[in-house]
C-alpha cells in the first residue's frame, strides 16, 4: 500500500465539528452558497468561491442535473437522516466532537443523522447568557456557571469550547485583572443586558474560571482562533494575542482552532511556543480549499505532528463533513509525500505522522477510548 493509499484509509476523529439541521427548501435552493463561505457574503458572491465550486462537483456525483439550480432543485428533497449518514459514512469518521452552542440540533440529537460515535462539546458564552438575568451579582453568576461546567463534565462532555474571539477578542487580560474588571463592571452588565454577552471583563474572568475548571477535570478547552463570522474582528483574533492566557494556564490543554487562519504561521509558533498549546486544522480546511496543502506545510514547519488535530468544523449540512475528509487525506498526503522525497521522513514515519493528525492526537488528548 502506498504512502497515499495509507492516509487515504486511515479512520478519522473529527475533533471539532457541529451537528447537521433540517433546512426548509427554500434555505436550500436559494441560500445553499452562503454555507460555503464565512461571513454575511450574499449567495450570488459565495458561489463565486472555489469552495462552492468543488460543493456543486460533489452534488453534481450525487444527483441528476446539468445546472446548479437542478442540483439544488435535487438536493432539497432528500430525506436529510439518510443522506447524512451516508455523506458521513462515506468520511470514514469514527468520532465526531460536537459542538453543542450551533446550530439549534443538539449534540445527542446529531446521533440520529451519523453513525460515527458523537462526543460533545460544551460552548460557554451561552451558558453565563442564560444565567445573568438570575444573578445580581459576580459571585452568584460564577458559582452557578463553575457548577453548569461540572454538570456538563459529569454528563459525559469531552471539552469546553470559547467563541471569546467573536465578542471581545483573544487579547484577554490575566486572572487577577479580569477579575476585578468583571466585579467593577457586572452591576452596568446586567442592567444592560439585551441576551448577547460582548463585555469583554465578565467574558474574561468566565473564561478563566471555565479553564480552572478543565484544569482540574483534565479536559481542553478549544478556543475559536483566525477567521470566522463578520463580528470577529479580524485582528483581534490574531492567536499571538492568547500568549499571557496560555501562560497563566499551563495546566490546562488548550486547543487553538481553525489553524488560526490566515495567521497560520503565527498560531504554529504560538503552539510550538506552549506545551499545553495544540492546533486544529478545521474551518481552513475545507474553506480555503487549494489553500489547505500550503495550511498543511506551514503548520508542520514548526509545530510538531503530535500537537495537530483534523477537524472539519463541518456545521448544519453534511456536504462539509466529505469536503473536509477529502481536502484533509489528499493534501496531507501531498505534503508528506513531499517530505519523504525530500529526505525529511521516511515513509514509515510518515504515515505514523498521518494517523498521528488524523485520529490519534484527538483519542488522547480527549480520552476517548478509557
Known amino acids: 500500500m502506498t504512502l497515499r493509499e495509507t492516509v487515504a484509509n486511515i479512520e478519522l476523529v473529527d475533533n471539532h465539528a457541529h451537528p447537521v439541521m433540517e433546512l426548509s427548501r ?10 460555503f463561505t464565512e461571513g454575511d457574503l450574499p449567495a450570488d458572491d459565495a458561489r463565486h468561491t472555489v469552495h462552492y465550486r468543488r460543493a456543486l462537483q460533489l452534488l453534481g456525483d450525487r444527483f441528476d442535473g446539468e445546472t446548479e439550480s437542478e442540483l439544488l432543485a435535487a438536493r432539497a428533497d432528500v430525506e436529510l437522516e439518510r443522506y447524512s449518514r451516508d455523506l458521513i459514512a462515506e468520511t470514514d469518521t469514527e ?123 483534565d479536559v481542553p478547552v478549544q478556543l475559536h482562533t483566525g477567521f470566522g463570522d463578520r463580528d470577529a474582528h479580524p485582528r483581534y483574533v490574531d492567536p499571538t494575542y492568547l500568549a499571557d492566557y496560555l501562560d497563566a494556564h499551563l495546566d490546562t490543554d488548550m486547543v487553538l482552532l481553525h489553524a488560526g487562519y490566515p495567521y497560520v504561521r503565527a498560531a504554529g509558533y504560538v503552539t510550538s511556543t506552549f506545551p499545553n498549546a495544540y492546533l486544529d486544522l478545521s474551518l481552513a480546511n475545507p474553506f480555503v480549499q487549494h489553500g489547505v496543502e500550503p495550511m498543511f506545510r506551514q503548520a508542520l514547519e514548526t509545530v510538531p505532528a503530535t500537537k495537530l488535530l483534523y477537524g472539519s468544523d463541518a456545521f448544519t449540512i453534511p456536504e462539509l463533513y466529505v469536503l473536509a475528509a477529502e481536502r484533509a487525506r489528499e493534501d496531507l498526503a501531498s505534503v508528506l509525500e513531499e517530505l519523504v522525497d525530500d529526505g525529511y521522513y521516511t515513509v514509515d514515519y510518515a504515515e505514523d505522522v498521518a494517523r498521528t493528525i488524523l485520529r490519534e492526537n484527538a483519542i488522547e488528548l480527549y480520552d476517548l477510548f478509557e
Open 95 to 217: 468520532i465526531i466532537l460536537a459542538d453543542d452552542g450551533f446550530p439549534e440540533t443538539t449534540p445527542e440529537e446529531f446521533e440520529a443523522y451519523t453513525e460515527a460515535r458523537v462526543e460533545p462539546l460544551l460552548r460557554l458564552e451561552p451558558i453565563v447568557e442564560e444565567l445573568i438575568p438570575d444573578h445580581d451579582d459576580i459571585d452568584s453568576l460564577i458559582d452557578a456557571f463553575e457548577e453548569r461546567v461540572e454538570e456538563a463534565l459529569d454528563a459525559g462532555y469531552v471539552g469546553l469550547k470559547s467563541i471569546i474571539a467573536y465578542r471581545s477578542g483573544l487579547n484577554v487580560a490575566p486572572p487577577s485583572e479580569a477579575a476585578a474588571a468583571a466585579r467593577s463592571a457586572y452591576e452596568d452588565v446586567r442592567a444592560d443586558f439585551d441576551g448577547r454577552l460582548e463585555d469583554a471583563n465578565v467574558i474574561e474572568h468566565c473564561l478563566h474560571r471555565a479553564t480552572d475548571v478543565a484544569a482540574d477535570r
Open 26 to 35: 427554500e434555505a436550500i435552493t436559494e441560500e445553499f452558497p452562503t454555507f
